[in-house]
């Protein structure tokens, strides 16, 4: 290529640029790019594949979405859920956009019409399920219909090393062949390297480029803590001390689930339920329940997540710890997606950690697939009960290089403090020892504070028994915990009455011979108030100022009712973000208003007036 031709290129590119730049402000109301989406938006818009790996909230949608709009032909969006189809159509089409989704929900007549509307070529979009997309007479019927590209939502669901695992993404790498001149463009949030690398090749896309952003959601704060006794009192006490918010907690099992629904609500806070045991209906109506109102506590297990793109879900709690940092990643990133502060916060504990490493040892499948796995629970415990920054540790998962602590999590507040508990660890291997693995965590607690109930003979009779009186019991089942978590005591589920015995003898060996010390950690909470005042990095944090709350209200107001006239979540009409600004810059003109972000032709032209008018009531 000459100079002349490099340079022509590359103006005809950014010419390109310059058009999705206007689209941006244009149709979805925003004023600039975002982290690498100009960068992916230009490769795809130039015809070439590429993988994306975008954080939550950081506007994956828009790298298809604008290209789609721009490029001649349809724009096809391969995407696991309903759920989330449907939300990304509507909001679409609230911002005047010709999309559609083609899915098992859509009424015969729809179906028809959105086929005339593909054929007649007056769709940009269309949306379509991974086993929707490779039926022959659908492939067929496409084969026929120009391409302005393929996109694939949720890559990391075709690989097993990623943590949502999906066998039928696996037929979308034939897509390569059918479809050798449309550019594909794959999109996730979350994935590790070695993910990556198995998403890059299932799909076919070892020669493309790989944009990977940095994985740090500056407005999440993180936090988490060992369970003790009742975890689901824990719970109720975090949520009540967070009202008027809405928030997502999961728990491990459906019983957990419903159980803790009913604390919620007996303690006042109007919770709802949801988990793969309900109805489909009774789920599809909760789950439009929580995406509608202003404030709303979902409590679920994680059948409750991918495609829940509630922009305003301000905590996660995880009352029972996830499966893996991806999981842990992936489910708390649902909190903040509007880039205002929101928390993450997590009980965990060495009783989850059996579970977990239980589950997989039970579990057919490759035994290399297993030690990953493994691995990875390994991991996940060593962020959960480590002493070093959150977010880093988490980053640093992802492959990150040269982070830095964020400065607002728990561990970077507050303090751990370190106590040297090797004699009493002594004690309490010493015991579980001799009690042979027949018994219990309070059992065993109980035994060295010589207070079980009804001891049997043999117990009584151990040099063991009653030896550790100097500490109390709580002291102790920390201590229990703190060894669990080290392995040097192990835990069999044994179905839910779990049984303590010795761990790895080598370890243990050596804490006996005092070359291994065991030290308890204790954290001192920062206090509340000093934890959050900056602003988090990044995207600015927003607060209503008092002056402006009375109009924000009544914006939020005439929003809610738009919504319910409409059928559709509020946040789909404007986000809070977008209230806020309105409520403080008050635009007293159209021109005024097309300025603020979030505010798009197509908002403008349908909310337009009704907006001015709520912002004239207070002029
Ligand atoms: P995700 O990457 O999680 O799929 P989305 O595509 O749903 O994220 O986008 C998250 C939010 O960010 C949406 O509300 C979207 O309108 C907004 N957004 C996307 N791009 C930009 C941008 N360049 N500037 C401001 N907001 C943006
Ligand atoms: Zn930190």
Not at 41 to 47: K, R
Not at 88 to 99: C, I
Not at 131 to 153: C, F, H, K, T, Y
Not at 396 to 405: H, I, K, L, P, T
Request: proline content about 4%.
């Amino acid at each position: 290529m000459t100079a002349a031709v490099a340079e022509a290129s590359a103006d005809a590119l950014s010419e390109g640029l310059e058009g999705a730049r206007e689209i941006l402000r244009r149709t979805f109301g925003h004023a600039e790019f975002r982290g690498l989406q100009a960068p992916v938006i230009t490769e795809v818009l130039a015809g070439r594949s590429a993988m994306a790996v975008l954080p939550t909230g950081g506007g994956k949608s828009v790298c298809y979405q604008i290209p789609s709009l721009m490029r001649p032909g349809l724009g096809l969006v391969v995407s696991p859920l309903i759920a989330l189809m449907s939300d990304q159509v509507a909001g679409l089409q609230q911002a005047g956009v010709a999309a559609a989704r083609l899915d098992s929900n859509i009424e015969p007549e729809e179906k028809a019409e959105t086929w005339r509307r593909i054929e007649a070529g007056e769709l940009d979009l269309l949306y379509i399920s991974p086993e929707g997309l490779m039926q022959p007479w659908m492939l067929e019927r496409l084969s026929r219909v120009p391409l302005a590209l393929i996109a694939i939502d949720e890559a990391h669901c075709v690989s097993q090393w990623g943590h949502d695992f999906r066998p039928e993404y696996r037929m979308l790498g034939r897509l390569a062949d059918l479809f050798p001149n449309v550019p594909r463009l794959a999109v996730t949030a979350t994935a590790d390297a070695r993910t990556r690398d198995d998403i890059r090749a299932e799909l076919r896309l070892e020669n493309t480029p790989e944009f990977v952003d940095s994985f740090a959601r500056p407005e999440l704060v993180l936090s988490a803590e060992r369970k003790r006794g009742a975890a689901h009192k824990r719970v109720v006490e975090l949520v009540t001390a967070r009202p008027d918010r809405s928030g997502v907690v999961y728990a491990g099992s459906r019983d957990g689930v419903d159980k803790l629904a009913q604390s919620l609500r007996d303690a006042g806070v109007p919770a709802l339920a949801y988990h793969a045991g309900l109805d489909k209906a009774v789920r599809n109506q909760r789950l439009e329940k929580f995406l509608e109102a202003d404030a709303a506590v979902m409590v679920a297990t994680i059948a409750f997540g991918m495609g829940v793109d509630k922009p305003d879900v301000r905590f996660v709690i995880h009352a029972d710890a996830p499966a893996s940092i991806e999981a842990y990643w992936q489910e708390i990133g649902r909190a903040g997606r509007d880039g205002d502060l929101a928390e993450g916060i997590t009980l965990y504990g060495a009783a989850d950690m059996s579970w977990a490493l239980r589950r997989i040892s039970e579990r057919d499948m490759d035994p290399a697939v297993k030690q990953v796995q493994v691995g990875k629970v390994r991991q996940l415990y060593a962020l959960l009960d480590g002493t070093g920054c959150r977010a880093a540790t988490v980053r640093r998962y992802f492959g990150e290089e040269g982070v830095e602590a964020c400065g607002q999590c728990d561990l970077c507040t507050g303090q751990v403090d370190l106590t040297d508990a090797t004699e009493a660890a002594q004690k309490a291997l010493s015991a579980a020892h001799r009690l042979g693995g027949r018994y219990g965590r309070g059992r065993l607690v109980d035994h060295l504070l010589a207070k079980t109930k009804e001891p049997s003979d043999f117990e009584t009779s151990l040099s063991t028994w009653g030896i550790g009186q100097d500490l109390s019991a709580n002291a102790w089942r920390d201590l229990v915990e703190q060894l669990l978590f080290e392995g040097l005591l192990r835990e069999d589920p044994n179905d839910g009455r779990p049984l303590v015995g010795v761990g790895d003898a080598a370890a243990v060996k050596a804490v006996f011979r005092g070359e291994r010390r065991v030290q308890i950690q204790t954290r001192a909470e920062a206090p509340a108030k000093a934890r959050r005042t900056r602003k988090a990095g990044g995207r600015d944090a927003i607060a209503v100022s008092p002056a402006d709350q009375a109009l924000f209200d009544a914006l939020r107001a005439w929003r809610s009712r738009e919504a319910k006239s409409q059928h559709v979540p509020p946040y789909l009409i404007f986000h809070d973000r977008t209230l806020t600004e309105i409520a403080s810059v008050k635009p007293g003109s159209r021109a005024a208003l097309e300025r603020v972000n979030g505010v798009g032709e197509g908002k403008l032209a349908r909310y337009g007036e009704a907006v001015l008018e709520v912002v004239g009531g207070f002029a």
